[in-house]
């Protein structure tokens, strides 16, 4: 069992950047894929980026090169640090944990409560 707590997300301009935090509780943490996905309204859940267990990292296309996914194992954390943002990127932001790689939400075992984050123009 994992719970997950994101931390981080806020109002910001565009081009302005924000660092999220998901804390996990467990002793297994290294042993999980960690995921960030996002879900503007009316919108499905969108793939924004993994980090496997021995940190390979994967980005959606409308990310790439703007984002970036790592996790501190020590202290049970991953973050994404989101730059260049654009009012697009505006979302409700999760973390989520699962035992295998993958890229699909309905894949994920445990997912955190959500923070959002906000880009103005």
């Known amino acids: 069992q994992v719970q997950l707590v994101e931390s981080g997300g806020g109002l910001v301009q565009a081009g302005g950047s924000l660092r999220l935090s998901c804390g996990a509780s467990?002793?297994?943490?290294?042993?999980?894929?960690m995921g960030w996905f996002r879900q503007a309204p009316g919108k499905e859940r969108e793939f924004v980026a993994a980090i496997t267990r021995t940190s390979g990292t994967y980005y959606g296309a409308a990310v790439t090169g703007r984002f970036a996914i790592s996790r501190d194992n020590a202290k049970n954390t991953v973050y994404l640090q989101m730059n260049s943002l654009k009012p697009g990127d505006t979302a409700v932001y999760f973390c989520?944990?699962?035992?295998?790689?993958?890229?699909?939400?309905?894949?994920?075992?445990?997912w955190g409560q959500g923070t959002q984050v906000t880009v103005s123009s």
């Open positions: 467990g002793r297994t943490f290294s042993s999980y894929v």
């Open positions: 989520a944990a699962d035992l295998r790689f993958t890229t699909y939400a309905y894949d994920y075992d445990y």
